[in-house]
Nanobody, 123 residues
Framework: QVQLVESGGGLAQAGGSLRLSCAAS????????RGWFRQAPGKEREFVAA????????YYADPVKGRFTIFRDNTRNTVYLQMNSLKPEDTAVYYC????????????????WGQGTQVTVSS
């Protein structure tokens, strides 16, 4: 079983930055793709960014392109989401997820999920 624990959420002002971390533990697998999703109140969970196991491929949702960066440190089993130029519409609970092998961008493709971390952006 794989456990994912997010950290780094909190309150930021519009235009500010936050960095989220997601540490994996348990029966971790080295060749895992990782993703970040978010869910705002009353909305469905939506894709934010994903990264392949060797960081050679990344995907981003259109609303975050150019503002968010996903990267990983496999020596620490940790994936990060650097969020810059934050907007109030980025307010949501952010979840990290993992799946074996190939990168993906839909929630149903991911097998393991963290508990989520709240990000709130004030205007």
């Amino acid at each position: 079983q794989v456990q994912l624990v997010e950290s780094g959420g909190g309150l930021a002002q519009a235009g500010g930055s936050l960095r989220l971390s997601c540490a994996a533990s348990g029966r971790t697998f080295g060749d895992s793709a990782r993703g970040w999703f978010r869910q705002a109140p009353g909305k469905e969970r939506e894709f934010v960014a994903a990264i392949s196991w060797n960081a050679g491929t990344t995907y981003y949702a259109d609303p975050v392109k150019g503002r968010f960066t996903i990267f990983r440190d496999n020596t620490r089993n940790t994936v990060y989401l650097q969020m810059n130029s934050l907007k109030p519409e980025d307010t949501a609970v952010y979840y990290c997820a993992a799946r074996p092998y190939n990168i993906a961008a839909t929630p149903n493709d991911f097998s393991y999920w963290g508990q989520g971390t709240q990000v709130t952006v004030s205007s």
